[in-house]
């Protein structure tokens, strides 16, 4: 304590950044580069402002300015837009009563791979390894139909993809209780608008199709199904037949099932219409 009294003040060991160097890294970062650089890199804008690298990355994490990421997107150019949205969100949140809600898709070109060597486990320090080169058995396509309400998965692996893949609704109509109406949720792919499929639909007036806008496939809510198909059981497998392939997915299938979530979507169409109008619009 007597030591604290008596001790003087001292300055810090770095001095802090000038707050005008801080706003021209701001500045810089958030414009176009020099010459035909795409973005902005650390040591080019620690060149460029006179600071070492780490202090220019400092200012970067303290303003969560990340020059090096970029993130994609699709403005969908379908002229019934938000009637599309606000049509499938209304299923999702207010499915109607007595009815069933499927959404349905067609994952195609799954491709079974086995690799040219086997691989290393993960080890401590070390993640696993496998070849960047495969060996390539062939491809099936998954057709798949989510049941919003319990989270169950019906699918069917077949050879090739054609309109009698969406016919394939025939398969779901025995797993489906007589006299419930069923809305089924597909997007724009020429298959599902093919004369056989609008036959059948004539055949079977207890369905009704409801397509998602174009480039609008996220909101299929059997998407999110492919992706975790994707990365939990297809990514990183090994096959050496289709055959093989398509059990893992039935298998898959099987698990999933046996403990299924119920599909729940939480954003309102108002919501999402908002936050896309406040995008900029791309001159025609």
């Known amino acids: 304590m007597e030591g604290l009294l008596r001790d003087k003040t001292r300055p810090p060991g770095r001095k802090p950044v000038p707050t005008a160097t801080v706003a021209k890294v701001l500045a810089l970062t958030q414009g176009k580069p020099f010459g035909e650089a795409t973005h902005w890199t650390g040591r080019a804008m620690a060149k460029a402002v006179g600071l070492s690298l780490r202090t220019v990355q ?68 070390r993640c696993g390894t496998m070849t960047h080169d495969y060996k390539r058995h062939g491809t099936t396509t998954l057709f798949a139909a989510l049941n919003t309400l319990d989270g169950v998965v019906l699918g069917r692996c077949m050879q090739r993809h054609r309109h009698r893949s969406s016919s394939a609704s025939s398969m779901l109509s025995s797993a489906i209780p007589a006299g419930k109406l069923v809305h089924a949720i597909l997007d724009n792919y020429a298959s599902h608008k093919h004369p056989k499929v609008k036959a059948w639909l004539a055949r079977h007036p207890r369905w009704t199709f409801r397509f998602t806008p174009k480039s609008g496939s996220w909101l299929n809510a059997v998407e999110g199904f492919f992706s975790k198909l994707t990365r939990q059981r297809i990514r990183r497998g090994l096959f050496q037949s289709i055959v093989d392939l398509q059990a893992a997915i039935n298998r898959y299938l099987n698990e999933h099932n046996h403990d299924p979530k ?23």
């Open 58 to 125: 400092r200012i970067w994490e303290t303003h969560r300015l990340q020059p090096h990421r970029i993130r994609t997107f699709e403005r969908s150019n379908d002229p019934a837009f938000a009637e599309k949205v606000e049509d499938v969100i209304g299923l999702y949140m207010h499915p109607p009563a007595h009815a069933v809600v499927l959404s349905i898709d067609e994952k195609s070109q799954i491709q079974a791979l086995d690799r040219t060597q086997p691989g290393l486990p993960i080890k401590p320090g």
């Open 262 to 284: 119920p599909f729940m979507w939480t954003k309102s169409a108002d919501v999402i219409l908002a936050k896309l109008s406040r995008a900029p619009v791309p001159p025609v």
